[in-house]
Antibody
């Protein structure tokens, strides 16, 4: 059974960097794409980006200048860093496994999700 | 970015009702559409991909249809566990984008 578990500080100060980790169990991180998705309280879902185990990434242009997603294959973990945060970055952050579903040739469907972690940006 | 518009944004229905939710893409996305169910305080759950293919373990009361720009999610007979918010998502083009959600409430 694939399980994803996000962890990191629940409170980040404005202008600082948000850092989260996603621990993956039940699946090798080297076989799939891994994504971060966020959801502001009471609002909809926003895709942040994905990473492949090789290090190849694809980011949402709206966040690209501030986002870094990385992978640690030895720990089976994926990480997210979001710099220069503001109150608008307050959200539940989810990590998810992203599938390549035929006939698509690139990853696009999140089939397994972590339970999410709430990050509040406030001084 | 491709804009995904869901309608209605909320609906009230009774147990046993047939419910249909619509999702429209701002440009053609072939069949690269997924549906998710989200219950309060929980992560979204993948229901359907490729517009009409059920994820493993998802009951057949859920069905999806459509291609191009117009898509529907149908729940054939609403049960208490189906009251939730449903989201569509396109994966034809990056960035991946989601609809605003449809909240299905008990009448």
């Amino acid at each position: 059974q694939v399980q994803l578990q996000e962890s990191g500080p629940g409170l980040v100060k404005p202008s600082e960097t948000l850092s989260l980790t996603c621990a993956v169990s039940g699946a090798s991180i080297s076989s799939y794409y891994w994504s971060w998705i966020r959801q502001p309280p009471g609002k909809g879902l926003e895709w942040i980006g994905y990473i492949y185990y090789s290090g190849s990434t694809n980011y949402n242009p709206s966040l690209k200048s501030r986002v870094t997603i990385s992978v640690d294959t030895s720990k089976n973990q994926v990480s997210l860093k979001l710099s220069s945060v503001t109150a608008a970055d307050t959200a539940v952050y989810y990590c998810a496994r992203l599938e390549v579903v035929v006939p698509a040739t690139m990853p696009g469907v999140a089939d397994y999700w972590g339970q999410g972690t709430l990050v509040t940006v406030s001084s | 970015d491709i804009q995904m518009t869901q309608s209605p944004s909320s609906l009230s229905a009774s147990v046993g009702d047939r419910v249909t939710i619509t999702c429209r893409a701002s440009q053609g996305i072939s069949k690269y559409l997924a549906w998710f169910q989200q219950k309060p305080g929980k992560a979204p759950k993948s229901l359907i991909y490729a517009a009409s293919s059920l994820q493993r373990g998802v009951p057949s009361k859920f069905s999806g249809s459509g291609s191009g720009t117009d898509f529907t999610l149908t729940i054939s007979s609403l049960q208490p566990e189906d009251f939730a918010t449903y989201y569509c998502q396109q994966y034809n083009t990056y960035p991946l984008t989601f609809g605003g959600g449809t909240k299905v409430e008990i009448k």
